[in-house]
């Protein structure tokens, strides 16, 4: 039986290659804090996976703390069988409850090893490769509505035409950036307005209401579900949920009380590629659309984020996010998922993840357990 032997961590920093504010402009990020988890098996199989936070202020969640909770994680699984991966995350919850950011890069490095065992990729293993690429979206921070489409326009040299847009600095404001935008929009091109729960409900009405007339759709208005819901009752357009899609129950919550009708999964906050699994099944089963991300990271990340994309028939299927094109490192030089004139797909004659993280780069590991 294939069994976990040994497990190393690795952590690496990520330097943006510009500086980034978020949504309200009020989080500056500079460079990420990224862990990588290398699982060894018995007879031969080695598992990759990377954990990467966006900064610490984002969201309740650190780099420093994958590493924390690796203390305890790692011990606990060795011995395990990693193509049991339901067993795994038991474990891990019964070992450390919640913490759902810090299990994820053991989640996926199990996936890893469970498709190199069968030969298969992880998008089969999740039910199915569909061929077609996703596109993926910029990354678009807050500025002036001028300064914003500059931005769009170094995206496009790069072959984008799927943009985020992060707005919800002031409600006056962001009905501008919108309209600007939209009337610079070229043919084919996506926008959409993620305003990182930036407003209040009065504000996201306001600004929502104002725009009645063109087709757009907004990301995660309001800090709750409560909030979002509110917003849904007094508005039309499409509501994607981000942030505060975590857990199985919020994604019951958002069908049942109908507050969007999209849902961007990030993989490492709710907690691996097993939880996001369960996501996906019940937003399919809803008639979701579905944007998948991760809240950052390098090559290692992006391509475990291209397995579960294309799980997704393309028709429900928005967009991704290549974080790796906003760092000034590449953890894996010229291989893995990467940007192809907009779209990304997992790697060609994926085996597991199909991607491995060049350790000399990595440089030595801060913490090994066998
Ligand atoms: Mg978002």
Not at 12 to 32: A, I, V
Not at 175 to 195: A, F, K, N
Not at 236 to 251: A, K
Not at 269 to 286: C, K, S
Request: proline share 5%.
């Amino acid at each position: 039986m294939t069994q976990i032997n040994k497990i190393s961590v690795f952590q690496k920093t990520l330097p943006l290659t510009k500086p980034y504010r978020l949504s309200g402009g009020r989080l500056l990020f500079e460079e990420l804090d990224s862990t990588f988890v290398k699982i060894e098996t018995n007879n031969g199989y080695i598992g990759w996976a990377e954990g990467c936070p966006w900064g610490h202020t984002y969201l309740p969640a650190h780099g420093a703390g994958i590493r924390a909770a690796a203390e305890l994680l790692a011990p606990a699984l060795i011995g395990m069988n990693p193509c049991r991966i339901e067993h795994i995350n038991d474990r891990m919850d019964l070992t450390l409850p919640g913490h759902l950011y810090a299990k994820s890069p053991f989640d996926i490095a199990c996936w890893d090893i469970f498709g190199q065992s069968t030969e298969m990729s992880i998008a089969d293993l999740l039910g199915g490769c569909y061929e077609e690429p996703t596109p993926v979206a910029s990354s678009i921070p807050t500025g002036s509505p001028e300064q914003m489409l500059e931005s769009i326009q170094e995206y496009r040299d790069r072959g984008y035409y799927t943009h985020s847009v992060k707005i919800g600095a002031d409600s006056g404001v962001d009905t501008r950036r919108i309209r600007h935008l939209e009337t610079h929009r070229e043919d084919g091109e996506l926008i959409w307005y993620d305003v990182n729960r930036a407003w209040l409900p009065a504000e996201a009405i306001q600004v929502m209401n104002g725009v009645l007339d063109l087709s757009v759709f907004f990301e995660q208005p309001c800090e709750t579900l409560e909030q979002c819901a509110t917003v849904k009752e007094r508005t039309t357009h499409p509501i994607s949920i981000d942030e505060r899609l975590e857990t199985v129950l919020d994604m019951q919550r958002i069908v049942h009380h109908g507050i969007g009708e999209i849902v961007n999964i990030k993989i490492s906050r709710v907690g691996g590629l097993t939880r996001a699994r369960r996501i996906r099944d019940i937003g399919r089963a809803a008639g979701m659309k579905f944007i998948i991300m991760d809240t950052g990271g390098s090559v290692i990340a992006d391509t475990a984020t291209q397995h579960l994309a294309q799980s997704i028939p393309r028709s429900a299927r928005i967009a991704t996010w290549l974080c790796q094109d906003m760092l000034s490192v590449d953890t894996a030089p010229d291989v893995g998922a990467r940007n192809n004139n907009g779209d990304s797909q997992i790697p060609e004659g994926s085996i597991g993840l199909g991607v491995t993280p060049d350790e000399e780069i990595l440089g030595q590991p801060v913490a090994v357990y066998e």
